[in-house]
């Protein structure tokens, strides 16, 4: 089996197992202040040191939940709570669902943020909105904006958002699940307000995740209870995940070099595909994540490359799998500006920390067999 789908979810790193697997020893509640309890507390701390030395911040600032879903949610809905719903969501096209759909439900103001057919929020637009912006009208701008998305993998100017939100008060939040690991992530130079961040996209397990939190940022939390988490996130921690977490942290930064010879392997995957057949390589030429690949050869559907490379030992996603397991077609992909039958053969490879050479010229072979048998498919 060919693994090629790292963007969602990342095999773990034998690292984080085996955290996971010690953190099973100590069976103690990390708030209790016996032996066993300070062990467990020792485990949290240390994993949120591990994750905060990964972001360049400060281990105060961060907040464990349950995944990144979780962490964007805390983001949007407590500075909206806390500001009393006196904000305005300015929301970029390309975000994943986590964020869209949590700025949805609260059916507040929100506007939608384009991006250029390279799949790069417009700044002039962001910066027109904010000139035009009233105060008693709009409340306070809180702009969302990922670091890297997670279909085409292509990097958004960060911090020439922040720069600009800024010149307003207003606040920016991060979500940066799929840049952490594969791209430096240091929220100083980011300059932003909150990023979220998710285990297994890294290397640790499925089910957790974190925010991190400029001290003094407007947040409330979403989950109350027992306090934990300086009181943002209630609930006993997740000592496993999050030992796992951290572990993967230490692993993923160790190996970050590794990222830049996916790169070179991408690209010649790339080349090689592109000297075959006439495909679309979403994103290439941009700052995009090193070891995504977006692209689609007009004919051959999504759900047709999934199935058929799926009988060849590949598992590989089209760029929108969602819960359901079902294919749809990219918001991503139409906010682009990409035509829909295009948009509809869209394929999404995503390489990681266990990637071979040799997996991904097999990718290559198998694709480009599989879509001589499509091709010829239609000719007949
Ligand atoms: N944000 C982005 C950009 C993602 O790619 C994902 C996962 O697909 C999430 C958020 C959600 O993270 P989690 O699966 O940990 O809830």
Known sequence: MIYVDYNATAPLRPESRAAITSAFDVGANPSSIHQQGRQAR???????????????????????????TEANALALVGITQQLQGNVTMLVSAIEHDAVRNNVARMALRSEILPVDSTGILNLESLKNRLDAW??????????????????TGIIQPVRAVVDLVKQYDGF???????????IPVDVAALGVDYLAVSAHKIGGPQGVGALWVRSGAPLRPLLVGGGQER????????????????????????AMGFMDELAVLRDQFEDRVSAA???????????????????ALAGFSSEIQVMALDLEGIAVSSGAACSSGKV??????QAMGVDPGLADCALRASFGWSSSPEDVVRFGDVWIEAARRAVLKEKV
Do not use: W, Y
């Open 231 to 254: 009181s943002l996130r209630s609930g006993t921690e997740n000592l496993l995940g999050i030992a796992g977490f951290g572990a993967a942290c230490g692993a993923a930064e160790q």
């Open 42 to 68: 020792h485990l949290i701390e240390t994993a949120r040191a591990e994750l905060a030395n990964f972001i360049g911040g400060q281990a105060r600032d961060i907040v464990f939940t349950s995944g990144g």
């Open 172 to 182: 920016v939040h991060c979500d940066a699940v799929q840049a952490l690991g594969k």
């Open 277 to 295: 057949f006439d495909i679309e390589v979403f994103g290439r030429g941009q700052a995009r994540l090193p070891q995504t690949s977006n692209f």
């Open 134 to 151: 009233e105060s008693q009208r709009d409340g306070v701008p809180v702009v969302a904006i990922m670091l890297a998305n997670n279909e």
């Open 328 to 333: 749809s077609r990219s918001h991503v992909l």
